[in-house]
């Protein structure tokens, strides 16, 4: 198999095109823990919260690893442009906020029902749907513009997508996941 730039595939091409992005990856992804750690008070006064955090974040990850999935193969087979009326940049785009408009309050139901179950409940269940629901569909919008971004930036690195998006996406809804979800919490309690 051949990479983007013509080179066979090695553990040398691999590390030379996803080192670099790992190590900074890395250093903001701790950066998104110091900023968690800065809303310690109010995720203790709010357990169903405190759930919502890792759920909010990972599934807000594997939406755009999913549409990151989906416009690197789009970009193998040559049918990805970047032309803002594309119809499989548009099509996917809209799925990753279908998706999230329905996955976010399960999410929020689900964590208000732990919070439940544990004896734990603080927040009505509809704010805890709310703000997950708000968060996700922010987080959407986020992972969309990174996944977009990032393809593109591949693109004109002449890096393959594969080997970079799908960590910058993720790492972007970990430290954007916490950003939004308080954004939320702000709106709603």
């Given at each position: 198999m051949q990479a983007a730039s013509g080179q066979y595939w090695s553990f040398r091409s691999l590390s030379?095109?996803?080192l670099p992005t790992l190590l900074l990856l890395t250093v903001v992804a701790v950066g998104s823990g110091l900023l968690l750690g800065t809303?310690?008070?109010?995720?203790?006064?709010?357990?169903?919260?405190?759930?919502?955090?890792?759920?909010t974040i990972g599934?807000?990850?594997n939406l755009g690893s999913l549409l990151a999935s989906r416009l690197s193969t789009a970009f193998h087979l040559g049918t990805l442009s970047f032309r803002p009326r594309n119809e499989q940049?548009?099509?996917?785009?809209?799925?990753?906020?279908?998706l999230a408009l329905t996955l976010f309050p399960l999410v929020g139901a689900g964590a208000w029902i732990l919070a439940l179950v544990t004896g734990r409940v603080v927040l009505p269940l509809w704010k805890v749907v709310a703000i997950a629901?708000?968060?996700?569909a922010g987080l959407a919008v986020?992972?969309?513009?990174?996944?977009?971004?990032?393809?593109?930036?591949?693109?004109?690195?002449?890096?393959?997508?594969?080997?970079v998006v799908i960590p910058v996406v993720t790492v972007t809804a970990d430290v954007f996941g916490v950003v939004m979800l308080f954004v939320?919490?702000?709106l709603f309690t």
């Open positions: 030379r095109a996803t809303f310690e008070a109010v995720l203790y006064r709010y357990p169903s919260l405190l759930i919502l955090v890792p759920v599934t807000a990850g940049l548009g099509g996917h785009s809209l799925a990753t906020i279908g629901t708000v968060s996700g986020v992972a969309i513009l990174a996944t977009v971004l990032t393809t593109y930036g591949a693109y004109r690195a002449e890096l393959d997508p594969d080997d939320a919490v702000a």
